[in-house]
């Protein structure tokens, strides 16, 4: 079932999609050469904490997991790209690291994922990741009443496939408000024209991800990190966006 939501719901939310932009922008600061996952985890941990918010991960466990989370950010390195497990790891020069944090406040949740590259990027990645970022803002600009999800999904895919990679069909964007994954699902490939009409009220998560080789995945020994098939590195970019008659509008962007 789709919740749509009333003003002052849409503006409990923006509060939460607050709260995860700053943290995700301490941390895109804070993810160095040297720095473990487990620092970073700890960070996030403090700021929930502090804020008094929920994490949605925390003792999550939905079916294509290994029983229930117990960390508050999904930490993504190289070849990881969803669901990554934050484990005992240090940083390296190079390495492409996917962010992606989802809490509540008072009831209302917000879910936001961005990649950064820890030191100096490989020219490959870093195009990898803006394809990921202009596929997002690609999937917003059609954020439109009366459009449909097949819009959004065809959005993603148009920039994904003019860059060259393959789109996986598995993962992808959701509803979001009350709890962090809602209808409708939005697939990160689709036709446009088809699907879901989208209407003011509507709050979705979008998350273009691409593997630089392919679009097949393989879950890691972990039992929840999602890795590329082929080892390929990857990236992801995520918003919560709120559909109104006014346009769309980021939820999980500071300012
Ligand atoms: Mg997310
Ligand atoms: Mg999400």
């Known amino acids: 079932m789709v919740e749509l939501k009333t003003a002052n719901e849409l503006a409990r939310m923006r509060v939460t999609g607050g709260f995860v932009a700053e943290v995700l922008a301490e941390l895109r600061t804070k993810a160095q050469i040297g720095v473990n996952l487990l620092e970073l985890e700890a960070i996030v941990r403090e700021r929930i904490r502090q804020r008094g918010a929920v994490s949605c991960y925390w003792d999550y466990a939905p079916s294509f997991g290994r029983g229930p989370f117990r960390n508050t950010i999904c930490l993504s390195v190289n070849d990881a790209v969803l669901h990554g497990l934050p484990f005992d790891y240090t940083l390296r020069d190079g390495d492409v690291l996917s962010m992606d944090l989802a809490v509540s406040i008072d009831g209302w949740v917000a879910d936001s994922a961005t990649t950064v590259i820890v030191g100096t990027p490989d020219a490959e990645d870093a195009r990898l990741v803006r394809a990921t970022e202009e596929a997002l803002e690609a999937a917003i600009a059609v954020c439109l009443p009366g ?109």
């Open 147 to 255: 459009n449909r999800i097949g819009d959004i999904s065809a959005a993603i895919a148009g920039v994904a496939h003019a860059a060259g990679y393959p789109v996986n069909l598995e993962f992808g964007g959701h509803g979001l408000g009350r709890t962090m994954h809602e209808d409708p699902h939005i697939a990160n490939a689709g036709r446009a024209g088809r699907g879901y009409r989208l209407q003011p009220g509507l709050t979705i998560a979008i998350e273009p991800w691409f593997a630089r080789g392919t679009d097949r995945v393989v879950t890691a020994e972990d039992g929840w990190t999602i890795r590329s098939a082929d080892g390929s590195r990857t990236a992801h970019s995520e918003h919560t966006v709120a559909i109104t008659e006014a346009g769309p509008q980021v939820l999980t962007r500071i300012g």
